[in-house]
């Protein structure tokens, strides 16, 4: 004598077998076939390439965020290579040929690299720092003073400041060692 409960589970059982029965189709059992060799296919397409020594890898990027990087990254390149017209380039590749000319032309003049020569030496950086501090603040404090009163009484009391004395030996200086250079 069988239970009533064991019963239900051997119909039901029968009914789940009766089920699967009628739902394998022909067409059903290729479609299934088809994805498993595909599947089968596909792992040992995966098996052989070696990924399997690249998974602690990409493990560690995915660890510490650089594969979001990565990806962060494609996608930057992937929008500036969307925004590359034809135009764009076209004008790109013009400043890049002039920018190269004039870099050439620099190049090969003697006195440009007398130039770059001298401004790298410390005290003419100095100098230079000071000429622009001093040639600044001349000219804020030029724009307060009120306007000169002319004549020759004005120039009379301006060369008896010994500052303007102290101005024109400095010129004067100047002027000689550019002379001599």
Same mark, same amino acid.
């Given at each position: 004598?069988?239970?009533?409960?064991?019963?239900?589970?051997?119909?039901?059982?029968?009914?789940?077998?009766?089920?699967?029965?009628?739902?394998?189709?022909?067409?059903?059992?290729?479609?299934?076939?088809?994805?498993?060799?595909?599947?089968?296919?596909?792992?040992?397409?995966?098996?052989?390439?070696?990924?399997?020594?690249?998974?602690?890898?990409?493990?560690?990027?995915?660890?510490?965020?650089?594969?979001?990087?990565?990806?962060?990254?494609?996608?930057?390149?992937?929008?500036?290579?969307?925004?590359?017209?034809?135009?764009?380039?076209?004008?790109?590749?013009?400043?890049?040929?002039?920018?190269?000319?004039?870099?050439?032309?620099?190049?090969?003049?003697?006195?440009?690299?007398?130039?770059?020569?001298?401004?790298?030496?410390?005290?003419?950086?100095?100098?230079?720092?000071?000429?622009?501090?001093?040639?600044?603040?001349?000219?804020?404090?030029?724009?307060?003073?009120?306007?000169?009163?002319?004549?020759?009484?004005?120039?009379? =009391?301006?060369?008896?400041?010994?500052?303007?004395?102290?101005?024109?030996?400095?010129?004067?200086?100047?002027?000689? =060692?550019?002379?001599?250079?």
């Amino acid at each position: 004598m069988t239970h009533p409960r064991q019963e239900a589970v051997a119909n039901d059982l029968v009914s789940l077998i009766a089920g699967a029965q009628d739902s394998l189709t022909d067409d059903m059992v290729a479609r299934l076939s088809a994805n498993a060799s595909q599947t089968l296919d596909m792992l040992d397409r995966f098996n052989r390439s070696g990924i399997d020594r690249a998974l602690p890898t990409i493990a560690k990027l995915v660890e510490n965020g650089d594969l979001d990087r990565l990806v962060g990254l494609a996608r930057l390149f992937g929008g500036i290579e969307d925004s590359l017209t034809d135009d764009i380039v076209h004008r790109v590749s013009l400043v890049v040929t002039e920018l190269a000319a004039l870099v050439d032309k620099l190049s090969r003049n003697e006195g440009v690299q007398r130039l770059i020569d001298l401004l790298g030496q410390e005290d003419v950086q100095t100098s230079l720092v000071g000429l622009l501090g001093a040639a600044s603040a001349a000219s804020s404090e030029a724009a307060t003073l009120p306007p000169s009163r002319g004549g020759i009484g004005g120039m009379l =009391h301006l060369a008896k400041d010994p500052a303007t004395q102290d101005a024109l030996r400095f010129m004067v200086l100047m002027s000689k =060692h550019l002379q001599k250079g």
